[in-house]
């Protein structure tokens, strides 16, 4: 084989050499070519230039430790994977930190509990209010009203179901409507 100038050779051919006599410096020319776009793998993934230069360190390591390991055929696409799959350990590990600093935060803080326990009871005692308000409603807009907001029926289905004309069923929403506010705002 003809002497080239180390840039100029293939991937492949600066990994057989890696391979032959483990020279690291094959690999950083490999890495030379990539580091730029493993970089902007990483930054997209991560959202952090910090944690993004620190997870390309991470890969070269990793494949100076692996390269050996793997038949790499294409390495353009096998760097590529692995750094993903490198970026995607990282997110899951924050995840996972992150749900159990959530899990102690709630272990740790009695009062929470109360608060959703509020929050269901605030829910409970407007349900309420607005089913005592829809009964107040006199029975056209009622039914206009059940259909069109609680069985999401539209203008048409109402006016087939209940035999009023469409400017009917429009007239009795927007009336309901208006008034279930009104009834609402005496309950609050």
Not at 54 to 65: E, G, M, N, T
Not at 76 to 85: D, G, L, P, T
Not at 173 to 186: A, F, M, P, T
Request: hydrophobic share 35%; glycine share 4%; proline share 2%.
């Amino acid at each position: 084989m003809n002497y080239k100038n180390s840039q100029e050779l293939t991937d492949e051919e600066l990994l057989e050499r890696y391979k032959a006599d483990e020279n690291s410096n094959w690999v950083g020319i490999l890495f030379d070519r990539y580091a730029i776009l493993l970089l902007g793998m990483c930054m997209k993934y991560l959202k952090n230039e910090e944690d993004a230069r620190d997870s390309v360190q991470q890969i070269f390591l990793k494949v100076l430790a692996d390269i050996n390991k793997h038949k790499v055929q294409y390495f353009r696409a096998w760097i590529y994977q692995v750094s993903k799959n490198h970026c995607l350990m990282q997110l899951r590990h924050k995840s996972q930190v992150k749900q159990e600093e959530v899990s102690e935060k709630h272990l740790n803080d009695p009062g929470e509990p109360e608060e959703d326990k509020a929050r269901f009871v605030e829910k409970d005692n407007l349900l309420e209010n607005m089913q005592h308000a829809l009964e107040q409603l006199n029975p056209e807009q009622r039914v206009c009203v059940k259909l069109f907001y609680l069985q999401k029926r539209s203008y048409q289905d109402i006016t087939d179901e209940t035999g009023y004309t469409l400017l009917q069923v429009k007239s009795y929403i927007q009336n309901g409507k208006r008034n279930l506010k009104l009834l609402l705002s005496k309950q609050g």
